[in-house]
């Protein structure tokens, strides 16, 4: 009786944990900071190691990201900036509360927890959909920046992660219309919301998304093509016709893309494709191994000392600098081919994972796609919120494969 209390009890609290989580995930980096240490400290007090390690052990999702971590934190022992390297070791080590939800989750409390992070994201949305209609005004932004609690490129993501899983929901045959028509509304004003967070990273991710989504639930054929046809067009069009911030940020895109081909770096997307050209460099001086964790700015200084490409000044400042804006470019300098491997090996593992549930696999492939297409133009492992988004999603992703493995067991 004492050890059924006992479950009962930790069970309680991680789940009303995980609710109060995932609702706090797009609002508060400190309640971000909190929940990570709070849920090991849970793990710790509840003492179920063994067989916690028995489901890690057996998931090759797991293996494959405790080798990639792994072999990241080895590389701090070849990298030159020991300070940087620490500073993104700590982010990485969110991910020990990965396991421990996989874990503790059940497959019965997913939906509520994915639903309370999009009442999250509802709250955020209120916020910033008051700053760009004047009626508020928050940390001192307004209609400018309507984006409340962080950086544009992040809410873009967010917002983005948010619109593909209400979008799979209407998609979907388990619910009604009646169920579905407040879905459609609040997938119109998250979408809505996309648009006008001058977020181009997140936008991008949510036109592939789209087409994912409509593959999964139509397969490849003329009406999987009609239909994302139509709603990308209705959204990314009529965007551009009606709201002045998204027609402005597409246009800067395209003129930047125009001027880096003309040999100009120095905007946007042209410092993002001056740092292709840096770290190849540094891969041809370091290939296998990379040069440690948190040695970018350091092998950036030192490829262009060598070779420059002409770029400006302000180019080769910026690289000297600054991460590269890429997360598959900053494993390849600093982990090298192997962690480039390691990392490929991980994403292919997550994508791999039976999940029985077909809500559940699906906000496993689609929150995965925005954050792979994300990570192109944004170095999402070394920024808190977009760690915890991901953290969020594997987890969610894990605990329905491994729910399965228990349920086959029994």
């Known amino acids: ?146 984006c409340p609690f962080m950086f544009h490129i992040h809410y873009s993501i967010f917002l983005a992660t948010t619109a593909t899983i209400l979008l799979s929901r209407i998609l979907s045959d388990r619910y009604t219309w009646r169920t579905k028509l407040p879905m459609l509304l609040f997938f119109l004003t998250s979408s809505g919301n996309l648009m006008i967070s001058t977020g181009r990273t997140g936008q991008l991710a949510f036109l592939v998304a789209i087409a994912v989504a409509v593959i999964i639930h139509y397969r490849l054929t003329i009406k999987s093509f009609v239909i994302f046809l139509t709603l990308s067009s209705f959204l990314f069009v009529g965007a551009y016709n009606s709201i002045d911030l998204f027609q402005k940020r597409l246009d800067q895109g395209v003129s930047d893309i125009r001027q880096f081909q003309e040999g100009n770096f120095d905007t946007s997307w042209g410092l993002r494709a001056a740092f292709w050209i840096v770290t190849y460099d540094i891969i041809r001086e370091h290939p296998l191994v990379g040069v440690g964790i948190g040695a970018y700015k350091s092998a950036a200084t030192e490829v262009l000392a060598k070779d420059n490409h002409n770029f400006s000044p302000e180019t080769i400042k910026w690289c000297q600098s600054n991460d590269f804006h890429n997360q598959y470019l900053m494993i390849l300098g600093q982990g090298g081919l192997i962690g480039f491997a390691l990392m490929i090996w991980m994403f292919i593992e997550l994508f791999r994972l039976k999940i029985k549930d077909s809500e559940l696999k699906e906000f496993s492939v689609l929150g995965l796609t925005v954050f792979i297409v994300s990570a192109l133009s944004e170095s999402l492992w070394t920024l808190q919120f977009p760690i915890i988004l991901f953290i969020f999603i594997v987890s969610i992703s894990l605990s329905a494969n491994l729910s399965k493995r228990r349920c086959l067991k029994r």
């Open 1 to 146: 009786m004492t050890k059924l209390f006992t479950q009962f009890f930790f069970d309680k609290i991680f789940y009303y944990s995980s609710l109060a989580f995932a609702f706090s995930l797009p609002l508060s980096r400190a309640a971000v900071s909190f929940f990570v240490l709070w849920f090991v400290a849970i793990f710790i007090v509840r003492k179920d190691y063994a067989k916690a390690w028995q489901s890690i052990r057996t998931s090759r999702a797991l293996v494959a990201m405790g080798a990639f971590i792994a072999f990241m934190f080895a590389s701090a022992l070849w990298s030159s900036q020991t300070h940087e390297a620490l500073n993104q070791i700590r982010l990485y080590s969110y991910w020990i509360i990965i396991p421990i939800l996989a874990v503790s989750l059940k497959k019965e409390w997913l939906p509520h927890i994915i639903t309370a992070f999009i009442g999250g994201m509802f709250v955020s949305e209120i916020i910033a959909y008051g700053m760009y209609f004047e009626l508020w005004t928050f940390k001192g932004h307004g209609s400018d920046y309507p």
